[in-house]
């Protein structure tokens, strides 16, 4: 499957964004979606994760209560609504998909990849 991502921008601390993964495909009932984010100088790592057929999304501590996940299954697309954003937050976001559990969270676990969309919060 093939994701596209969009969304990414310059935001001040403490504003919203959201971010969009479309699938170029059906995204079929045993896949989950996830999205992870890379910034300069580190890996990258797991922000975000939900099961496309039913309701189980799993969290990064670090952004957990301030981003949601979500899906509309009509347009094959998952969302990652971010709020109170901070300078740390600052990467190049990616949605992956994989077959199976939202619940692993390493990058290899995942196998397809959008291209990413640079998220910038700076005053």
């Known amino acids: 499957v093939l994701l596209q991502a969009s969304g990414g921008g310059l935001v001040q601390p403490g504003g919203s964004l959201r971010l969009s993964c479309a699938a170029s495909s059906r995204i079929y009932s045993s896949y989950s979606m996830g999205w992870f984010r890379q910034s300069p100088g580190r890996e990258r790592e797991f922000v975000a994760s939900?099961?496309?057929?039913?309701?189980?999304?799993h969290y990064a501590d670090s952004v957990k209560d301030r981003f949601a996940i979500s899906r509309e299954r009509t347009k094959n697309t998952v969302y990652l609504q971010m709020n109170s954003l901070k300078p740390d937050d600052t990467a190049v976001y990616y949605c992956a998909a994989r077959v199976g559990s939202p619940a692993l969270f390493m990058v290899n676990d995942w196998a397809y990849w959008g291209q990413g969309t640079l998220v910038t919060v700076s005053s």
């Open positions: 939900m099961a496309w057929s039913y309701d189980r999304s």
